[in-house]
C-alpha cells in the first residue's frame, strides 16, 4: 500500500511539474503564468481538473487553414463598397488607422443607425426584417436558446426557407449547453444550415472552453445588420432571477453593413469551410438609407480573438482613452480589466478626464463579482467615477468619449473578452452618434447609484477585502 501511494505521488508531481512546464513555454502574460502556476500548486487535483477543462492553450491555428484564411480575407468586403468622396477628419484618423493596420477593418460612411435598448424593441425590429428577407439571413449568435422567443425566431426562419430564402446559423456550442439539439435539427431538416462554433464533445471539450464565439451579429439581404450584446433568449424580454436585463443593440443600414456581413463570413468559412464572396452578398447601399451628408456616420466593424496578432478591440480601448480630452463614459457587465486597460483608465481619470465606469449592483456571478471589486476600488482612488445599475442586469458594453468616437458590441471589460473570446464592435466616428449614445448612457445614469452610495468604500472588513485580494489572483483564469 505504501509503494502504491509513493507511485500515486510521483506521478502526481510528474504531471504537475509537466504542466506548469507547458504554462510557462506558452508565453502567456506574466499575471496569467503566475495564476496558472500558482493554482497547479497549492490546489491538488483542483488544479489539474482547471488546467485540463480552462487552461490549455490550444491556438485556433489547428483548426483553420491559414492559406485559405488568407484567400478569404483577400476577397475583402470593400471591394464592392464604392466611397467616394470619403474623407476622414484628423481627430480620430489614428485610431480608424490602428484598426486598419491591425484588423484590415476599414470605415464606412453613409450610414442609418437605429440603437435598442430593451429586448421588445430588439427583437421586434429583427422578426420585422426577418419577414421582409428575399435573398439571405445570416444569424451568429453566442447564445440561440431554445425558449419561446428562440423557438419563435426559429419558426420565422423556417419560414422563409420554405420560401427560399438562404438561412444560415452559427451558434457557440458552449453558450448553448443547454438547448437540446433537436431544437437545431428542426432547423436543419428545413434546409437552414446551422453549425456550432467548435462543438463540446468529450475529450475534445477539454482544448475549446477557451475559445468562444461571443459574438453577436445578424444580416439581412446584406442591406441590414445587427450588432450589440443581445443574444437570442428570453431574458431579455422577461428577466430572470437577477431582474429586468438591460443590454443595447443597434440596426444598421448603409455601408457599415458591408463590415458585418464580411465578419459572419469570415466565420462562416471557420465553421463551414465554404468560401463566400458573391457581390450578392453585398449588395448597393440602398437608395432610402437616410443619413446627414454634412456629417455622415462613419462606422467601422471590428473583430478580435485569441489568435490574431494584437489584441484588436483592447487597443483601440486604451488609445481612446490615453487620447481623451474631456470624457470616457464606459458600460460593462463584468469588469476584470487587463493591466493596459487599467492603467489607461487610471491615467485618464489622474489627467482630469471624466472618467465614468458602469457596472450592475448585482451580477450574474458571485466569482466574478468578487474578483472585479479589488480592480473598482483601485480605479476609485485615481478618480474613476463607479456608478452601479440597480434596475436589474446592466449586460450592455459600450464606450462613448468626447462626442467624437463611441462603440457598442460584444466586447466586456475583462480578460476574458480581450485574450480568449471572438468578440466584434462596431466603432462610430462623428458627434450626431456619440451624442445618441451619450444619452442613453446618461439614462441609464438615473437607474445608478454612486457606488460610494453602496458601500463604506474605506471600511470595508478586514476578511472581505482579503478573499477578493485572493480571488484577484484567479482573475486572469476567470
Known amino acids: 500500500m505504501v509503494y502504491l501511494h509513493g507511485l500515486f505521488l510521483v506521478a502526481y508531481v510528474a504531471v504537475i511539474i509537466a504542466m506548469m512546464v507547458t504554462v510557462l513555454m506558452d ?25 485540463i477543462f480552462f487552461g490549455q492553450n490550444v491556438r485556433r491555428e489547428r483548426y483553420v487553414s491559414k492559406r485559405s484564411l ?6 475583402q468586403a470593400w471591394v464592392y463598397a464604392e466611397q467616394k468622396n470619403f474623407k476622414i477628419k484628423e481627430e480620430y484618423r489614428d485610431l480608424i488607422h490602428l484598426f486598419y493596420n491591425q484588423n484590415g477593418a476599414l470605415p464606412f460612411k453613409d450610414n442609418e443607425v437605429e440603437i435598442y435598448t430593451t429586448g421588445y424593441e430588439f427583437f421586434g425590429s429583427l422578426l420585422q426584417q426577418i419577414g421582409m428577407a428575399q435573398q439571405s439571413i445570416h444569424i451568429e449568435s453566442y447564445i440561440f ?20 430564402v438562404e438561412v444560415r446559423i452559427i451558434y457557440d456550442d458552449v453558450g448553448c449547453w443547454n438547448v437540446h439539439n433537436s431544437f437545431y435539427e428542426r432547423m436543419r431538416n428545413e434546409g437552414i444550415e446551422v453549425h456550432a462554433f467548435f462543438p463540446v464533445k468529450f475529450p475534445a471539450f477539454t482544448s475549446k472552453m477557451n475559445y468562444r464565439d461571443h459574438r453577436k451579429l445578424i444580416v439581412i439581404d446584406g442591406e441590414v445588420a445587427f450588432i450589440g450584446g443581445m ?17 443595447t443593440h443597434l440596426m444598421i443600414r448603409g455601408g457599415g ?44 466593424v471590428v473583430m478580435s480573438s485569441p489568435i490574431a496578432t494584437w489584441p484588436d478591440i483592447e487597443q483601440g480601448y486604451v488609445r481612446i482613452l490615453l487620447q481623451a480630452k474631456k470624457y470616457v463614459y464606459l458600460e460593462s457587465p463584468y469588469f476584470i480589466p487587463s493591466e493596459p486597460v487599467l492603467f ?52 450592455t458594453k459600450m464606450l462613448v468619449c468626447d462626442d467624437i468616437i463611441s462603440t457598442c458590441g460584444s466586447t466586456n471589460l475583462d480578460l476574458r473578452s480581450f485574450e480568449n473570446n471572438f468578440e466584434s464592435n462596431v466603432f462610430f466616428y462623428g458627434e450626431s452618434m456619440a ?5 442613453v448612457f446618461h439614462d441609464d445614469e438615473r437607474d445608478c447609484i454612486r457606488i460610494e452610495d453602496a458601500y463604506e468604500v474605506e471600511q470595508q472588513p478586514f476578511l472581505l477585502r482579503l478573499w477578493e485580494s485572493i480571488i484577484r489572483l484567479l482573475s486572469p483564469l476567470l
Open 257 to 300: 453593413v458591408y463590415g458585418v456581413q464580411h465578419a459572419f463570413l469570415l466565420d462562416w468559412y471557420f465553421v463551414d469551410r465554404t468560401l463566400i464572396s458573391d457581390r450578392a452578398y453585398y449588395p448597393p447601399i440602398p437608395a432610402d438609407v437616410k443619413f446627414n451628408p454634412e456629417e455622415p456616420i462613419l462606422a467601422q
Open 145 to 164: 436558446s431554445g425558449d419561446e422567443l428562440g423557438s419563435l425566431i426559429a419558426d420565422a426562419l423556417i419560414d422563409k426557407a420554405r420560401q427560399g
Open 27 to 51: 508565453h502567456r502574460q506574466p499575471s496569467k503564468t503566475m495564476a496558472w502556476l500558482l493554482v497547479l500548486a497549492f490546489l491538488p487535483l483542483v488544479g489539474i481538473v482547471l488546467y
Open 70 to 75: 488568407d484567400q478569404l480575407s483577400k476577397r
Open 231 to 247: 443574444n437570442i433568449a428570453t431574458r431579455y424580454v422577461k428577466g430572470n432571477s437577477q431582474g429586468p436585463w438591460r443590454d
Open 435 to 439: 451624442r445618441r449614445l451619450k444619452k
Open 344 to 395: 489607461a483608465l487610471r491615467v485618464a481619470a489622474l489627467a482630469g478626464v471624466d472618467v465614468r465606469l458602469m457596472i450592475p449592483y448585482q451580477t450574474d456571478s458571485k466569482l466574478v463579482g468578487w474578483a472585479s471589486r479589488s480592480f473598482v476600488f483601485e480605479t476609485l482612488e485615481a478618480g474613476v467615477k463607479v456608478e452601479l445599475y440597480k434596475k436589474g442586469f446592466n449586460h
